[in-house]
């Protein structure tokens, strides 16, 4: 069974950093790419980036309301991806969600989400 | 950057109603193109893949269609667990702001 757990979230005061981790289990996390997407209080998804499998190069790619603040990476050996979130803004405020890509590139497995709250 | 624009924003149905939900992509993006289901609380679910593939395990009343720039995510007949947000999204890419679909 696919699962993808998200950890770190919290309260984090504006002009900090953050950094969530997605454990993956039931698949072979290295050959897929990962997303995460968040969800700001009441409104709709938003996608933030994204990283490829070592097989395509583990390349990143991101939104532009967090590129430059926001870096994705991961571990294969460990299932493991990361959300390292910097110069956080009251606007960064969401439930963040780890995702897994399927072949043809759709979202077909979430986590059940972390909630990070960006306030003095 | 691409912009998905979805309509309507929301909409009111009745149980055995026709729904139909359109996206529209900013620029040409063939049928890399998805749709999610969200129910209040929970995490999206993906009902479409590349415009019309439908999910295992998606009842068949739902389906899409569309390639280029506008696609169309259509209910044949609400049923009473579909009340819930709908989400299109570019592959690995921007979502559209959602349409919330409502009992009337």
């Known amino acids: 069974e696919v699962q993808l757990v998200e950890s770190g979230g919290g309260l984090v005061q504006p002009g900090r950093s953050l950094r969530l981790s997605c454990k993956a289990s039931?698949?072979?996390?290295?050959?897929?790419?990962m997303s995460w997407v968040r969800q700001a209080p009441g409104k709709g998804l938003e996608w933030v980036g994204f990283i490829r499998s070592k097989s395509y190069g583990g390349t990143t790619e991101y939104a532009a309301s967090v590129k430059g603040r926001f870096t994705i990476s991961r571990d294969d050996s460990k299932n493991i991806a990361y959300l390292q979130m910097s110069t956080l803004k009251t606007e960064d405020t969401a439930v963040y969600y780890c995702?897994?890509?399927?072949?043809?590139?759709?979202?077909?497995?979430w986590g059940q989400g972390t909630l990070v709250t960006v306030s003095s | 950057d691409i912009q998905m624009a979805q309509s309507p924003s929301s909409l009111s149905a009745s149980v055995g109603d026709r729904v139909t939900i359109t996206c529209r992509a900013s620029?040409?993006?063939?049928?890399?193109l998805n749709w999610y289901q969200q129910i209040p609380g929970k995490a999206p679910k993906l009902l479409i893949s590349v415009a019309s593939s439908l999910q295992s395990g998606v009842p068949s009343r739902f389906s899409g269609s569309g390639s280029g720039t506008d696609f169309t995510l259509t209910i044949s007949s609400l049923q009473p667990e579909d009340f819930a947000t709908y989400y299109c999204q570019q592959t690995y890419s921007t979502f559209g702001g959602g349409t919330k679909v409502e009992l009337k």
């Open positions: 039931g698949f072979t996390f290295g050959d897929y790419p």
């Open positions: 995702t897994r890509h399927s072949d043809v590139g759709a979202i077909d497995y």
């Open positions: 620029q040409n993006i063939n049928n890399y």
